[in-house]
């Protein structure tokens, strides 16, 4: 009798053992969260405090002290002694959490109402906490109970310690339980160990899901719950769930999500149903099958649902080929594909490639045709063909090699080959845009053509050689006295060119381009330039002025004998605007004639001057520079 009662008690703490800590997860499906405490979101780091009854510890917008709690993104920068971590929410940067410094007196540090459960119903209680000591200290040993209103305790579920250690671990910790007619509950989170040193945690994402049955489902009977189709695809495919007996009277309702969120799907009420997947656009396609009691089915607080099956529609690579021709013969042909993952060309001559954008090297007539690309992404393909024309090469010609012509002459360019010409340089053309233009260069000039036919093109050049006419330049007329000598000072320009000066009179030599001169009168010179090519000669002419020689006589006697009474300038009558001044040793003016020149008689106001030594200054032209010198005045 001992014996028996020993080994009920020993299983009946077994119970109480595996009730207070064993996870009491649900097996079978689960409904969207009827709650979700996941304490906000914000910009900032610490949030406000929890508000109404639901804790007796104090909020503090900081590193919480012992019996203290925070409201925060993370704890980055509190204590030295904690892991520094973020909110548990995926997804959710700005998410906050709740980090809890435990009270030295063990207790209720949360609690928070359940309300507007389905009566009957299995729900699973499920919440995220990490111990964030980082050393080894008191354990956390965390209790949730889940109560009526009156205090009656429905389900109550124990952690167990929660170990710290070097790496900060989010563990979730869930149970299960069934509501009866009571549907308004109290969660309460009592911390069973003192304060002090550690018993410190986070704690985030409370949820309360319904659960139910296993639902299986599939799309076309296939295992896989995930289908790829490509834009276009047409038929019907349908949609199947095998839920295992957990419902009294279960009732069923196929949902589909294309982004907006789960929306019932008219008529679908079985665990089949059919969807089309005509005209459907480019995107993600879910459906689930949500189950309940049938009088709850109706309540997205009672109800399950299913893993989603997700039908995947991608659009189909738009690709364009095209292709950089037509070529010529021994050019290089690139092909070019637009959209698209993979690649696949063929073409003439058993030509392949996976390229994106082939080369082809060496172009040859036999590559021209049609080359085609199909390109494949996310599973779908597409289909673009390209022409390429491969072009014989152009033979570019002109008519000469080079050709003389006389400066300011024309001659006419030629060239074949093809069926577009363009010349260069573009100076002295009549027109560089055809075959045949009029060339009247001002120098010589090798002019280069470049023949096409639309797409190949060669060069040609013609050389226009420009023989420079013959031109004579004499140079500046010359003046000089009787008796001298002067170089002409002639100039010729042009190619090949002779000359000659007629007359030959006086000159040294006529065949010279500078030959001395020596006229003894006034003489015109003409310089001949003779183009030996046949182009232009022309001809210049020089004058030479002849003055006669001047000799200024040094003294003269005006007693009246008849002879050399008078200072006489033999040159002097041949200057019409000479000006002669005579002045003593002093500087007075004696005489002076302007004009055409008076013989002076050596007298100064009508009185016969002194014998004696005078002064003279002559002025002829601007040929001459300036005479001066002195006379001896005799009796």
Not at 523 to 537: E, K, M
């Amino acid at each position: 009798m001992r014996y028996q009662i020993r080994i009920f008690l020993f299983l009946f703490l077994i119970f109480i053992l595996n009730n207070l800590s064993a996870q009491q997860v649900c097996t079978g499906a689960l409904g969207d969260p009827v709650i979700n405490i996941n304490f906000g979101s914000g910009n900032t780091t610490f949030s406000n405090p929890l508000s109404g009854n639901a804790t007796n510890y104090r909020f503090i917008a900081g590193t919480p002290e012992d019996g203290d709690y925070t409201i925060t993104k993370n704890t980055n920068g509190m204590r030295s002694g904690w892991h520094q971590i973020n909110n548990h929410t995926p997804n959710d940067p700005n998410g906050y959490m709740m980090v809890v410094n435990a009270s030295n007196t063990p207790g209720i540090f949360y609690q928070t109402s359940i309300p507007d459960l389905c009566p009957g119903t299995t729900y699973e209680f499920a919440a995220w906490i990490t111990n964030i000591l980082n050393y080894s200290g008191i354990k956390p040993n965390i209790t949730f109970s889940i109560e009526t209103s009156a205090g009656a305790v429905l389900q109550s579920y124990n952690t167990g310690d929660i170990q710290d250690g070097p790496t900060p671990v989010w563990n979730q910790y869930a149970t299960t339980f069934k509501t009866g007619s009571q549907t308004d509950l109290i969660l309460k989170i009592t911390n069973n160990g003192p304060g002090g040193n550690g018993n410190d945690i986070a704690l985030d994402d409370i949820t309360f899901r319904a659960c139910g049955p296993t639902i299986i489902p599939s799309i076309g009977g296939l295992a896989d719950k995930n289908l790829s189709i490509c834009k276009g695809t047409t038929g019907n495919y349908q949609l199947s769930a095998e839920v295992s007996s957990v419902y009294v009277e279960p009732a069923y309702q196929w949902q589909a999500n294309s982004g907006n969120g789960w929306t019932d799907i008219n008529s679908a009420t079985s665990t089949e149903t059919t969807i089309s997947l005509n005209n459907l656009i480019p995107g993600v396609y879910q459906y689930r099958l949500v189950a309940a009691e049938k009088q709850n089915i109706g309540s997205a607080n009672c109800r399950v649902a299913s893993a989603p099956l997700t039908i995947t529609v991608n659009s189909k690579p738009n690709t364009s080929a095209s292709n950089n021709g037509p070529v010529c013969v021994g050019a290089n042909i690139q092909l070019s594909a637009t959209e698209g993952a993979t690649f696949t060309w063929t073409g003439p001559n058993g030509f392949t490639s996976s390229d994106k954008s082939p080369l082809i090297n060496n172009a040859q007539l036999n590559m021209s045709g049609v080359y085609t690309v199909t390109a494949t992404l996310n599973g779908c393909t597409s289909t673009s063909f390209t022409n390429v024309l491969v072009l014989d090469p152009v033979d570019a010609s002109t008519s000469f090699n080079s050709v003389p012509i006389c400066e300011g002459t024309s001659t006419r360019l030629f060239a074949s080959g093809g069926t577009a010409y363009k010349w260069f340089p573009t100076e002295g053309l009549s027109n560089p845009d055809i075959a045949d233009p009029i060339a009247t260069p001002k120098e010589t000039t090798i002019y280069t053509v470049t023949v096409s036919n639309g797409a190949c093109s060669a060069t040609a050049t013609s050389e226009v050689i420009v023989i420079k006419n013959a031109v004579a330049n004499a140079g500046a007329d010359i003046k000089i006295l009787s008796g001298q000598s002067t170089i002409l000072n002639g100039q010729i320009s042009g190619d090949n060119v002779s000359y000659f000066w007629t007359p030959a009179d006086y000159l040294d030599d006529a065949t010279k381009l500078n030959p001395v001169a020596t006229p003894p009168s006034d003489i015109t010179y003409t310089l001949h330039a003779i183009s030996n090519q046949g182009c232009l000669s022309s001809t210049d002419e020089v004058f030479i002025k002849v003055y006669p020689k001047i000799v200024i006589p040094n003294s003269f006697s005006p007693n009246g004998d008849g002879v050399n009474d008078t200072w006489i300038i033999p040159v002097a009558d041949g200057f019409p605007n000479a000006k002669v001044s005579i002045v003593n040793r002093t500087g007075s003016l004696l005489y002076q004639s302007n004009g055409v020149y008076k013989p002076w008689d050596g007298k100064f106001e009508g009185k016969d001057l002194p014998v004696g030594t005078y002064y003279y200054t002559i002025y002829f032209n601007e040929d001459f520079q300036m005479f001066s010198g002195w006379i001896f005045l005799s009796r």
